[in-house]
């Protein structure tokens, strides 16, 4: 029988089939590991939202468990500081033009983007957006957040990564269809300030660019930092698709709800791609998270709402992990928000000699030395970068910290073994 020798994958896909997550997946099920890799909490969803999952699941109503278009049960999503309700930033969740987290950013990129289309891409940047621009038939178009050691002499935080003004200026052109942002950014942690949002905006009017912003991580801010919406600022409105996701938000990452606010001229391009690709969600899972929401509107800015306690106890997890890693020698970037943390592991270079001329990245090559060697899993920071810049910040590793006591607890008794081992005569 002959075989088919044609080639099938379109030439826009080339490079894209690699997969850190696939490679570090499989690392960390065949070695017996510490995972502070992967970016899921290994703690429960709260009792309430599993509660209105299982009363959508067995309740009355059978059409929970047909298309979602069929069922539309509007829901308001909880309000923003400083906003009123009134504001267009809020729409409802559970409607037609809700969307899937696995497909938002993919929907916005493919809904808006033309063959040649540039987007650009802040770095380090959620390995997904390169493929998806590129699937999209974009071009992508990257500028780094450049780290600027602290004068104090204290650790590093994420607000000191900050954007060049004139670099990111440099990369707008006629061609720039849109800008990827992503704050509360994975993996830094970074929380964009004001003054530079207003950076960005004032680019976006400037060359009439679109902003889609990945604000996955909006409750996930910590010592009191403020998470800015872009779709805020002036002019930003009426050229801006926001992206939530109901995991990162209720800890239930596999549920894969999201949704998209933004104008009606934006979004009913999305609708177009989202009805003709995955067409819609699970229903059951998207009546939970709207009653998770419809409680913490309720409970907006008292203690006991979720939104409140959860960002509380993240907290504490960085700030122990942050002391855990400092002792050890990792230097840490304490992050602002999110539950992912970056370290510094320059120190370390005696332990994993680099090698020269090397294709794969040092740190790629440390974390997977790590797994095998120490039993602890973290993701290398260069996974986050372009391939022509990967090299250029290739001593840093991400962990996440969104884990029980008991996981970071394990992930300390290994450090603090490797610190004896690496002072021991």
């Known amino acids: 029988q002959a075989k088919m020798s044609r080639p099938v994958q379109a030439r826009r896909l080339e490079g894209t089939d690699k997969n850190i997550w696939v490679e570090f997946v499989k690392l960390a099920t065949t070695y017996s590991t510490v995972n502070l890799g992967q970016g899921f909490p290994d703690f429960p969803p709260p009792d309430f939202l599993t509660e209105a999952f299982m009363r959508a699941l067995s309740g009355e109503n059978h059409m929970l468990h047909q298309y979602t278009r069929g069922f539309v049960r509007g829901q308001t999503l909880p309000p923003q500081k400083p906003l009123p309700r009134t504001h267009p930033c809020f729409r409802r969740l559970l409607q037609p033009n809700s969307h899937p987290f696995s497909h938002l950013t993919g929907t916005p990129t493919s809904g808006e983007e033309d063959e040649g289309d540039e987007v650009i891409i802040i770095e380090p940047f959620f390995d997904c957006y390169e493929p998806m621009v590129k699937m999209a038939g974009g071009t992508p178009v990257f500028v780094p957040l450049r780290p600027k050691a602290p004068k104090d002499g204290k650790l590093m935080s994420s607000a000191d990564w900050q954007l060049d003004p ?87 990452t596999g549920w894969k709800v999201g949704w998209t606010v933004g104008p009606n001229c934006l979004l009913q391009h999305l609708r177009t791609m989202q009805q003709n690709s995955v067409y819609h969600c699970a229903t059951v899972a998207q ?139």
């Open 166 to 252: 004139a670099e990111l200026a440099s990369k707008f052109s006629k061609q720039t269809k849109a800008i990827v942002l992503n704050s509360p950014n994975n993996p830094l942690g970074k929380v964009f300030s004001r003054g530079e949002l207003e950076l960005i905006a004032d680019l976006c009017v400037k060359h009439d660019v679109l902003c889609i912003s990945d604000e996955v991580y909006e409750w996930l801010v910590y010592d009191g930092k403020e998470h800015i919406r872009i779709a805020t600022l002036q002019g930003m409105w009426d050229r801006t698709v926001m992206i939530g996701s109901a995991g990162k938000s209720f800890s239930a």
């Open 287 to 425: 009546e939970a998270v709207a009653q998770g929401f419809q409680r913490e509107l309720e409970l907006y800015g008292k203690p006991e709402s979720y939104f409140m306690q959860l960002p509380r106890e993240l907290q504490q997890k960085r700030d122990w992990l942050v002391q855990s890693l400092d002792a050890v020698g990792m230097k840490p970037i304490v992050p602002e928000g999110t539950y992912f943390l970056v370290a510094d592991i320059s120190r370390f270079k005696s332990d994993v000699p680099d090698v020269p001329d090397s294709d794969e990245p040092y740190d790629s090559r440390f974390a997977k030395w790590m797994v095998k060697n120490k039993g602890l899993a973290a993701i290398p920071l260069s996974a986050f970068y372009c391939g022509a810049h990967k090299n250029n910040y290739n001593h840093f590793i991400r962990f996440c910290f969104a884990k029980e006591e008991a996981t970071l607890k394990a992930a300390n008794d290994i450090l603090q073994k490797w610190k004896q081992e690496k002072t021991s005569p």
